[in-house]
Nanobody
Framework: QVQLVESGGGLVQAGGSLRLSCAAS????????MGWYRQAPGKQRELVAT???????TYADSVKGRFTISRDNAKNTVYLQMNSLKPEDTAVYYC???????????????WGQGTQVTVSS
C-alpha cells in the first residue's frame, strides 16, 4: 500500500512564503515524476509544478519565478517552495506521483489527501 502525505500548508499574508512537503511511503520500488496540483473553490484542479526523475521541471505560467519544486529521491519526498504568495494562490494543494510498487510491473499514479493554503490580502 502506498501513501502520499502532504504537510506545510497554512495561512499566510500576501507576499509571504510557505514550503510544502510530500512524502511517499509504502512498498515503493521506484518513483518517476512527482508534482503538485491545486484546486481553488469552484475551479478545476490545475497543475502547479512537476519534476521528473531526471530533473525536468514544468511550472504553470502563474507560478513561474515564484514557486520552486525540488525532490529528495532518497526520501521519496517532493517539496514546493512558494514565495511572493498572492491571494489567488489560495487553494487545496495536492501531491501527485507516478510510482512503481514492489509488486507491480507498471507505474501507477497516486494522489495525496491535500493541504490547504490560504493567502490573505
Amino acid at each position: 500500500q502506498v501513501q502520499l502525505v502532504e504537510s506545510g500548508g497554512g495561512l499566510v499574508q500576501a507576499g509571504g512564503s510557505l514550503r510544502l512537503s510530500c512524502a511517499a511511503s509504502g512498498s515503493i520500488f521506484r518513483v518517476s515524476a512527482m508534482g503538485w496540483y491545486r484546486q481553488a473553490p469552484g475551479k478545476q484542479r490545475e497543475l502547479v509544478a512537476t519534476l521528473t526523475s531526471d530533473g525536468t521541471t514544468t511550472y504553470a505560467d502563474s507560478v513561474k519565478g515564484r514557486f520552486t519544486i525540488s525532490r529528495d529521491n532518497a526520501k521519496n519526498t517532493v517539496y514546493l517552495q512558494m514565495n511572493s504568495l498572492k491571494p489567488e494562490d489560495t487553494a487545496v494543494y495536492y501531491c501527485n506521483a507516478d510510482l512503481r510498487t514492489l509488486t507491480m510491473l507498471t507505474y501507477t499514479n497516486y494522489w495525496g489527501q491535500g493541504t490547504q493554503v490560504t493567502v490573505s490580502s
